[in-house]
């Protein structure tokens, strides 16, 4: 790890190694050793998608550690913890297992959980001129991860130079890590529970990953006024139920955009 | 069992959502339909900030509204600079704790 910090900026995608002065074809079992020896172990793509995960994870420690704790109180525990990976969103996850929780009918159960996923449809939305042309299988194995951190990284690095298979090995390792990650930390809060993270301050750090991954997108006065008024109602709308404020938000939000970027 | 139905249900919903528009928008995503997706991501990543602060903010963590502003206003200067995650998070946690404990020194 060490030395090399992740980065959304990237420059080759190929892992391009040096030739050294005796590779070639004077002695050829000397050069097949070469090659097989300065192959790397893991895909250089998939292993930078990984890095630049590694701290967004940091950051949904405390929320996985708080609904593993709230899971472990459930009734159902088992069934509450399989949505770890099948509903694979922390936000939706929780408010199936507190409402379900709580008693509520299994409609009114549902309902909260699809209105607090209602913002991947705009996710899915923003990579589909990377995606729809896809074969169905990576659709069907990207819309299946397609969550905020894979989102916001996966946007990143398709704003980059790269070929299509170069990123999507990307969006593979970040994937990989996230899911990994996420079971496990969900998973450790089942067995152990977890506020003394909380109050180590870092519920921060995913907010802060996400505004590392906002400013670079604020290059004109259309996008600035996205992001502000989307700010400024997902303030007001904090109390809101189910994520509807954030819905709000987002709704705000693109309908300032439209309206700056028409003017200018 | 009803959480079990619960979760395959959402799990099931929760897929159509992020497929949906894989299939529908691929035939031909209109210069339109592209920058409602664009703004609505950027608005998406700002709600998601501010989300994520005033959940923290709720939980009634040290240092208060002060540490939190000097947390995201440190962390905003560095990704404009530079866009290392973790310098990003080295100089928003930095400064939160920095708030914190000249807060509790003071006090």
């Known amino acids: 790890m060490g030395a090399a910090s992740p980065r959304l900026a990237f420059a080759s995608a190929t892992g391009r190694r040096g030739r050294r002065p005796g590779d070639g074809a004077v002695i050829p079992v000397v050069a097949t050793r070469s090659a097989t020896a300065s192959r790397p172990l893991v895909d250089p793509e998939v292993w930078r998608g990984a890095r630049t995960m590694l701290p967004l994870l940091v950051g949904y420690l405390p929320f996985g550690l708080m609904l593993g704790a709230t899971i472990a109180r459930h009734p159902e525990p088992l069934a509450a913890w399989a949505g770890t990976l099948l509903i694979f969103g922390g936000s939706s996850h929780l408010a199936v297992v507190q409402s379900s929780e709580l008693g509520a009918a299994l409609p009114v159960v549902i309902a909260t959980g699809l209105l607090v996923h209602a913002r991947l449809a705009v996710y899915s939305l923003d990579m589909a001129p990377h995606w729809a042309h896809a074969s169905l299988g990576r659709r069907l194995a990207a819309a299946a991860t397609l969550i905020d951190p894979s989102w916001a990284v996966a946007a990143a690095r398709y704003g980059q130079p790269g070929s299509a298979d170069d990123k999507w090995r990307y969006h593979v390792g970040a994937v990989l890590v996230l899911a990994a990650g996420w079971l496990a930390m969900v998973t450790a809060g089942v067995l152990v529970g977890g506020s003394a993270v909380e109050d180590a301050g870092l519920g921060l750090a995913a907010p802060l990953c996400m505004l590392a991954l906002v400013v670079p997108r604020l290059t004109d006065r259309a996008s600035i006024a996205a992001a502000t008024s989307a700010a400024a109602v997902a303030l007001l709308g904090a109390g809101l139920p189910a994520g509807t404020g954030l819905l709000a938000a987002i709704a705000v939000g693109t309908v300032a955009g439209l309206v700056a970027g028409d003017r200018t | ?107």
């Open chain 2, 1 to 107: 069992m009803s959480t079990l139905l619960a979760v395959l249900a959402v799990a099931a919903g929760s897929f159509v959502l992020r497929f949906a528009p894989l299939v529908v928008a691929g035939a031909a995503p209109s210069e339109g339909l592209q920058r409602v997706a664009t703004h609505a991501g950027t608005a998406a990543l700002a709600g998601l900030v501010v989300a994520g602060l005033t959940r923290h903010g709720s939980t009634g963590s040290a240092g208060g509204l002060p540490a939190l502003l000097v947390a995201a206003a440190g962390a905003a200067v560095v990704a404009r600079r530079r866009r290392s995650l973790v310098a990003v998070l080295v100089a928003g946690l930095g400064g939160y704790w920095t708030v914190v404990v000249t807060a509790t020194v003071l006090t």
